[in-house]
Structures are given as structure tokens and as C-alpha cells.
Nanobody, 127 residues
């Protein structure tokens, strides 16, 4: 059974930083593309960042425009973990953040590409 467990969320002031982690089990992690999505109150789920498998695209990354230069996605296949380093946080980054796994190994921004999802971790940025 596949499990994705996010951690690292919390309350931070604007301009601060957080590092989210997503630990995966029950799948061959290195073969999967991994993505981060978020859902803000009253809004639909939106793509944040993704990283391809090393085998598929050499670990290519892709970001939503609003987080480029502030967020960095990375993966450690030895630890079956994907990370999202978030710097210069803004109140509009407040959301529940979810990690997800894409069996095709790409770095898609389409949520339908992802088969497995975590339960989410809350990130709140105060002004």
C-alpha cells in the first residue's frame, strides 16, 4: 500500500521560510515524478512545483510562475523523500500543501497525472 506523508508545515510570518517534506513508502520512489499542489481556503487545488524522475528527465523541475525564484523542489531517492523549500513566503501562499506521485515519472502540472496523494500539511503565512 502506498503512503505519502507530508510534514513541515506551520505558521510563519511573511518573508519567512519553511521546508516541507514528503516521505513515500510502498512504491518504487525513484521511478515516480513527484509534485506539490496546494489548496487555499475557498479556492481550487493548484499546481506548485514538480520534479521528474532521474530516469525520465534527469530530475527536471517545473514551477508555477508565482513561486519561481522563491520555492525549490528537490528529491532524495535514497530516502524516498521529496522536499519543497519555501522562502520569502507571502500571505497568499497560505494553503494546505499536498504532495503527489506521478507513475509516468514526469514533472506535470496536471493533477490528473498523479495517482497517489498525501493528506496534506497546513502552511499559514501571517502578514
Amino acid at each position: 500500500q502506498v503512503h505519502l506523508v507530508e510534514s513541515g508545515g506551520g505558521l510563519v510570518q511573511a518573508g519567512g521560510s519553511l521546508r516541507l517534506s514528503c516521505a513515500a513508502s510502498g512504491l518504487t520512489f525513484s521511478r515516480y515524478g513527484m509534485g506539490w499542489f496546494r489548496r487555499a481556503p475557498g479556492k481550487e487545488c493548484e499546481f506548485v512545483a514538480a520534479i521528474a524522475s532521474m530516469r525520465r528527465s534527469g530530475g527536471a523541475t517545473y514551477y508555477q510562475d508565482s513561486v519561481k525564484g522563491r520555492f525549490t523542489i528537490s528529491r532524495d531517492d535514497a530516502k524516498n523523500t521529496v522536499y519543497l523549500q519555501m522562502n520569502s513566503l507571502k500571505p497568499e501562499d497560505t494553503a494546505v500543501y499536498y504532495c503527489a506521485a506521478d507513475p509516468y515519472g514526469g514533472s506535470s502540472d496536471f493533477s490528473s497525472q498523479y495517482v497517489y496523494w498525501g493528506q496534506g500539511t497546513q502552511v499559514t503565512v501571517s502578514s
